[in-house]
C-alpha cells in the first residue's frame, strides 16, 4: 500500500520559534490534509490542499501541495504553547487517506 | 457546524461481551468512516461508508461489523474482542469521496477497553 514519511518525528522548540515539517511519498496523491491531535481527542483538520503548488495559509500555519503531488509541508510561525501536539500529514487518493507517523511538538514556553 | 459526535467517551467491555459504538453528524456529509489509533499512532482506516453503502473495508475482523443506518448516523457493533483490540476508535465524515479529494472531519473518538 501507499506509504507516507513524515519528518521530523519530534520537535522541542521556544515559544515564538518558527517550525516547519513535511510529507514524502512515492505515491501520487490528489489531496494533502493536515491535521493536529491533541491527547485523548480526534484530529482536527488544519488546512486542505487540492492542487499541486497549492500554498494555503490559516492564521499561523502555511501548508503547500508539492509540485509532484508526492509531498506537501506545514510551517507554523511564531509558535506559541497551544501549538503543542502531534501533526498528521493525510495524502488522499480514491476516497481513502493515508496518514503519516506524525510529528510531535513541544513548545517550552 | 464541522461537529462529529461520538457516543460513549469510554467503554470498557469483557471479551464475552456485545458493544456498539455510535457516531452522528448534521454536515449533510455522504461519507462517513471508521478508523482504528493505538497510542502514538496514526490513524488506520477500517471502513467506508459512501452514500448508507459500504465501499471499503480494509480487511477488518468480524468481529467489527459497521452499519449506516441512515446518512447521518454510523454505527460500530463490537462482539467477542481481544485486548489487543483496545485503542481509540474514530468515526469521521466528508461531503462524498471519489476521485477528488474532500474534507474529512473527525469525531472525538471512544477509548475502547477491552478486558
Known amino acids: 500500500g501507499q506509504q507516507l514519511n513524515q519528518s521530523p518525528q519530534s520537535m522541542f522548540i521556544q515559544e515564538g520559534e518558527d517550525v516547519s515539517m513535511n510529507c514524502t511519498s512515492s505515491s501520487i496523491f490528489n489531496t494533502w490534509l493536515w491535521y493536529k491531535q491533541d491527547p485523548g481527542e480526534g484530529p482536527v483538520l488544519l488546512i486542505a490542499l487540492y492542487k499541486a503548488g497549492e500554498l494555503t495559509s490559516n492564521g499561523r500555519l502555511t501548508a503547500q501541495f508539492g509540485i509532484t503531488r508526492k509531498d506537501s509541508f506545514l510551517n507554523i510561525s511564531a509558535s506559541i504553547p497551544s501549538d503543542v501536539g502531534i501533526y498528521f500529514c493525510?495524502?488522499?487518493?480514491?476516497?481513502?487517506?493515508?496518514f503519516g507517523d506524525g510529528t510531535t511538538l513541544t513548545v517550552k514556553p | 457546524d464541522t461537529e462529529v459526535t461520538q457516543t460513549p467517551k469510554h467503554l470498557v467491555m469483557g471479551m464475552t461481551n456485545k458493544k456498539s459504538l455510535k457516531c452522528e453528524q448534521h454536515m449533510g456529509h455522504r461519507a462517513m468512516y471508521w478508523y482504528k489509533q493505538k497510542a502514538k499512532k496514526p490513524p488506520e482506516l477500517m471502513f467506508v461508508?459512501?452514500?448508507?453503502?459500504?465501499?471499503i473495508n480494509e480487511s477488518v475482523p468480524s468481529r467489527f461489523s459497521p452499519e449506516c443506518p441512515n446518512s447521518s448516523l454510523l454505527n460500530l457493533h463490537l462482539h467477542a474482542l481481544q485486548p489487543e483490540d483496545s485503542a481509540l476508535y474514530l468515526c469521521?465524515?466528508?461531503?462524498?469521496?471519489?476521485?477528488?479529494?474532500?474534507?474529512?472531519?473527525f469525531g472525538p473518538g471512544t477509548r475502547l477497553t477491552v478486558t
Open positions: 493525510a495524502g488522499q487518493l480514491r476516497g481513502k487517506s493515508t
Open positions: 461508508y459512501s452514500y448508507e453503502k459500504l465501499s
Open positions: 469521521a465524515s466528508s461531503r462524498a469521496t471519489g476521485t477528488s479529494g474532500y474534507e474529512q472531519y
